[in-house]
């Protein structure tokens, strides 16, 4: 009976989900009436996510064809649950043409509340084949929309208590892991009618354990002027440097078009300044570059250059591009790893088109990791084809000196990975046969340092076990001597702008201080500027007292244990904990904690965790090593280098008074708000706190969330300070990074000594920079604690 | 008859024939000498190969130091380096070779078994080269109750090594062992730049010394002798000053030590191979036959005895009285050292083994029988390669692959690896021929599998074993116009060890050092053939070698040519070649 009910109805809404073709309309407020419409007409269908772990909700067409331009795909869908392992792991893959955009449950704020999930594609003019026949058939334009879930034992027991379909009817009774028990029975009579297909009427979704649900699309063509990049020449600057930026547009329409030009300058948190405006016509095609200076002058810290074309009644174009300026790197490192360069640039062009990739994804330098014939005694090759000495990565002497060129051409920074314990393969076996009084042990396979020579010959594609010998104690000076000369040749050779050790031991070798003091002066007495990173366990180093002479003059460390223990599923409350301390060992110290980012977006960690962890590195100054932040829902790795004024500047100190002089609203909700807080005299009268507001609970655990649980997005957060009497209050800003690096002003009153305010919106995190005039400092400010250092 | 009489009878008549060609035995090249070098770093500067081609050694292997003591420890001069040894042979090193090399070698990187080896090695007769550096000596020596024992020196309790900044130049002393140092040009100053201090034991002989410190020490320990050489390569020299190891004469000085220590084995083995044949006589009348377990174990341990014919023709006709097949160990060892110096006197065995319906047992018995050089050897060896199959009994029964079989006269099944095996055998044997017969066959052979050899892979799979034993065997009989194509794959397979060994071509820590026992042993059997291949190719085997500028080409140039006559062609050919030891191969005098 039950049966035959469900088959009953299921040709009423078998039709339900049918779209083949996709309204064009031409402009946004069309788009947005025809979306309204349906809307209001109650169009479109839920799918049961539990009929399958695959399904498609769109296989269409362009109602008609479409012209050479510029469109969006308007796709309304909404998902629900949310925070749910029957979700956490949706992905919904939306194709126009060739150009496809992932969304995931990240994207779907409410439950069952629709979002406007959109594809920017361009439809580029069809070549013309002279000898295709006129009525050749256009080429097909898919407009897909499909949707997966994970297939793991978790997701499929949860999906499995959910109503079975009619279309695979199980009566197994008693087995609640496989098919209903009576008491799914019973909902399962209660259930909407469902089609073959696994879908319901939009007004039935509600009804589905998990759904999710699309209303009819919509392409809206758009201005056809399209700003293919915007660029400011480096993505760091020297003081001093002249900066210049360059925006190209493109008509990538089929006849002329025409769009108002806007090219600005934003410095900080300033106001844009304009530095291009025109209306411009680019024929059908065409390409149109603007070029121009941008002023550096008296800038510091982050800043962005946008450009955009905006046309009548059309969606135009527009996008920025952000850059810092700095004396020292590191403060504004994003670093990425570079092993193997191998001859991959011995053409400039291929070295400027990597670097160019590497500054897209917003890294600020790179390291060269295990790059040196040895890793402490030979930096300078001897053959054009040279082979690292750590695990035998190739390289070019050529294709290494076009890397860090093309680098330095765009502002990036060169890393040259080096120990100070001992060296590498046959340069170091040899230099201790010649120098056995140097050397203590030693760590080799004879049959490998043998076989060395054999890569160059070709006869061996990589020798992958790692000799190295070890100084003597005490070690002499000559050792670190020609360790500094060879430092300062390969400076010269290749333009590196630091060396970044992997192995430091204050605690047990006290020698290790005065040396590498020594290498240092050497060093940077011909090659001024010259920095230095270490890896780090920041608290022995700081126990050992050796932390000081490690980041004096503003050196980096890299400590990589943090993200090592994201395996173990840490909660991001302990997370931010431990980064924290990090932050006030290394900063106490005038350093910077550059701390490996590990990943946490592949399987079991989910974009949640990656927003989370990135959020934590950020708000506790940590510059993420190797990996970028999270860069699909937002920008991290690029608003770090935009606003790291107020992320890595090491001079902001701790609020230990921040509740004294902060009301937040809802503060339960944000994640050591109190902790994250900082401060810092801006010079003169200016003072400065910034707050994180980091929207997360402290239990979430790293790579063992599937559900993506989060607390829901706050809206108009209030926030209120206390500050001195006679304070001026010189304004407010709310900065986020999704879905791009951007800030807003807040407006903010000041009465009396209290100043209020308020944060429109916190999804996940939002950085709060508030600036006041005062001659007094903050009331009660305590000075800092000593680091909690745990033995 | 009984069966145990006719047994016995065959055994009094091998034994006999072993008398008579021990009186009739012609002088021909030198017989083949082995030496195992335990390499430890910096093992070229001593020029090993260049003294070994001196001395006349031919077959030589290697097993490698290692130290692994954790990274980026900044230890003290003395410290413990978790000392192993990589890519040690399974078979007893210290039994099958005539000298034992530790070069730079910590006396903890020696497992037991073989330090308790390295004992019986040098009682029996064997020779013993310990040479200096940075990792050995020293404490590690005096602990190592074996090396303390068989060194002619007492190792100090600390670090022993002492820097000579200067140099201290060799000298040889007036001690008689000396003597055969004597005609060197001793006016150049070679100098030593770091020494071990050690203290000659009582009854050592000091015959080289610097600076008034023993350099070079001699003794003997059982039958065998021991030589400490307590210099190093160590150091930087200064202007004007001539490194030992750069000096022209300095593979003469180690050749004449090597030649020293491997004398007692070399001039003894007809004695110790007739005194062997007939401890094994008497074993078996004793216990009426050995079980294969028994007597491979006696065969292995006894392998350097095995170079003779009629030694040989013994150790067939044990393995062919005994029920059972030979394990792989056994078969592999066998094989290579055993096949290749077979004989006439072999052949009765030889057929018993072919027809024992073992596959390992046929292996070995073809590769003899190719040895024995009957007449139909070729024909019969052919008819193994093409079928892979064992025949039990007098009646050639061939059994379809699939169909079962048992003992008592029936076929036994041949898998795929059993049949591989025995063709490995059959081609083995028909190089042994000698005979340009069996080229045709060898031709149809390598025109079959070149097709299907995959080329070096890192690992040697059955195809690619038949591919190169085809070849060889090609050479072996004579046909010169196989040398550069043998010699080729022959190289490269000294560059297929050394990936195998190293990890491979990716980033990641594969587990392919697997290959490299495998390899190592498959090496050892192509050198061991390529050592007694005839005198007609040997001219076309240097001029290959000359044209190869690399200097691990040099082991596989003394397994040719090491101790052997060679034509002036020959030596000319020789004398090109870039590397110093494939040179040096040259001037050593008949």
Known sequence: MAAALFVACAADVAQAGDTTKVVVVDGAEPAAAVLAKSAAAGEGFAADLGKDFTGSLLAAAPERPLAPGRYRLHVPLALAPLGDVKTGGLQVNVLAGQTQRRFHALHFEEPGKFIDATLDFTVAAPAVDPAAPSDAKPVPFPITVNWTLPNDKKNKFERDKTIVTPAEPDLSIGDKRSGPSLDDLSSAMAAPKISREGQVPLAEAGRLPASIAMRPPVIERMSPIALVSVRASKAVYKPGEPGAATAVFRNVGDRAASAEIAVELTKGLGEPKSLHTEKRTIEAGATWTWTGPIDLAGMRWGGQVSARAAAAGMTGDAGSDCFAVTDNFFEVACVTGQPGIGKRFDDPAAARAFVTLLRDQGFTAFEAFFWAPCDMFKFTPETEVFFGGQHGYSATITSTRNLIAAAHEQGLSATVYANFFGGSSVPAMELMRKRPEWFGNAEYRAAIVDDFDLMAKGKLGGALFWSHNQLNLPPPDAAFKLHAQELIASHKQFGWDATRYDSFYPLTQEWMKPALAMVRRMVEAEAPGYRWAYNSIPSRDYRAGAIEGMLSGGGLIMEEALSQGFGGAPPIGGVADQLMLLRHIVWTFGGHNGTIYRKPREAPFTPLDDIYASSAYLAAGAHPYYTPLEGEMGKHNRFALRYGEFLFNNKLAPLPNAKDVVQLGSADRFLHWDRFARSIDLGGTGRRIVLHLFNARGEHRLGASPEMKRPPTLENVPIALDLPPGSRLRGAWSLCPVPEPGHQALPAAMEGTRVTLTVPRVRFWNVVVVDWDSDQPLPAQKPAPPPEVKQ | ?590
């Open chain 2, 1 to 590: 008859m009984t069966t145990f009489a006719r047994i016995h009878a065959a055994w009094l008549a091998a034994l006999l024939v072993l008398l008579l060609a021990q009186a009739l035995h012609a002088q021909a090249d030198a017989s083949v000498r082995r030496a195992h070098i335990v390499t430890g770093l910096w093992h070229r500067f001593y020029r090993l190969d260049e003294a070994l081609a001196r001395a006349k050694f031919s077959i030589t292997s290697q097993s490698w130091a290692s130290a692994t003591n954790g990274f980026g420890f900044a230890g003290p001069w003395e410290g413990d380096y978790g000392s192993g040894l990589e890519h040690l042979p399974a078979l007893d090193v210290c039994a099958t070779n005539d000298v034992i090399v530790l070069c730079n070698v910590n006396g903890r990187a020696l497992p037991q078994e073989l330090l308790a080896g390295l004992k019986r090695h040098v009682e029996r007769g064997g020779g013993l080269l310990m040479l200096g550096g940075r990792f050995a000596f020293g404490p590690q020596y005096r602990g190592t109750p074996a090396l303390a024992e068989l060194a002619p020196v007492e190792f100090g309790e600390k670090l022993d090594l002492r820097a000579e900044p200067a140099g201290l130049a060799l000298r040889p002393t007036d001690d008689p062992w000396a003597k055969p140092l004597a005609g060197l040009t001793w006016d150049k100053s070679p100098a030593l730049f770091w020494r071990h201090e050690v203290k000659p034991k009582p009854g050592a002989h000091v015959v080289l010394e610097a600076g008034g410190q023993p350099a070079l020490v001699l003794g003997t320990f059982g039958k065998g002798r021991v030589a400490l050489f307590a210099g190093t390569v160590l150091g930087e020299p200064g202007a004007g000053t001539l490194p030992f190891w750069e000096w022209s004469d300095w593979p003469a000085a180690l050749g004449a030590t090597m030649d020293w220590l491997a004398e007692p084995l070399s001039a003894g083995r007809a004695e110790a191979a007739a005194a062997w044949g007939r401890e094994l006589r008497q074993q078996v009348d004793q216990i009426g036959g050995l079980k294969i377990d028994a007597l491979t174990a006696r065969l292995l341990a006894a392998l350097p005895l095995l170079d003779d014919p009629s030694t040989a023709a013994l150790a067939l006709r044990a393995l062919a009285d005994c029920d059972g097949d030979l394990s792989d160990t056994a078969w592999e060892a066998l094989l290579t050292r055993l096949a290749p110096h077979c004989g006439e006197g072999s052949a009765a065995a030889a057929e018993a083994l072919v027809k024992s319906g073992r596959p390992r047992k046929t292996s070995l018995g073809l590769a003899a029988l190719g040895g024995a050089r009957g007449a139909g050897a070729v024909a019969t060896l052919r008819s193994f390669y093409i079928s892979g199959m064992v025949k039990a009994g007098a009646a050639a029964v061939s059994v379809d692959p699939g169909a079962a079989g048992g003992v008592d006269g029936a076929a036994l099944v041949a898998t795929p690896e059993d049949a591989h095996v025995i063709r490995l055998g059959a081609l083995v044997g028909l190089g042994m021929t000698r005979d340009a017969a069996a080229r045709p066959v060898l031709r149809t052979a390598l025109e079959e599998l070149a097709g299907k050899s995959p080329g070096h892979p890192d690992g040697l799979d059955a195809v690619e074993q038949s591919f190169q034993q085809a070849w060889l065997s090609t050479l072996l009989t004579g046909d010169a116009s196989a040398a550069p194509r043998v010699v080729d794959i022959l190289t490269e397979n000294i560059y297929a060890i050394s990936r195998a060994r190293s990890g491979g071509t990716d980033l990641e820590w594969p587990n392919l050092h697997r290959p490299t026992p495998q390899m190592l042993r498959w090496q050892q059997l192509q050198w061991e053939q390529l050592a007694s291949a005839p005198a007609g190719v040997r001219a076309a085997i240097a001029e290959r070698l000359a044209a190869i500028d690399e200097v691990r080409v040099a082991p596989l140039a003394l397994a040719a040519l090491g101790g052997k006559a060679l034509s002036p062609e020959a030596a000319a050919a020789l004398k090109r070649s870039p590397v110093a030891a494939v040179r040096a191969l040259a001037q050593v005098p008949p």
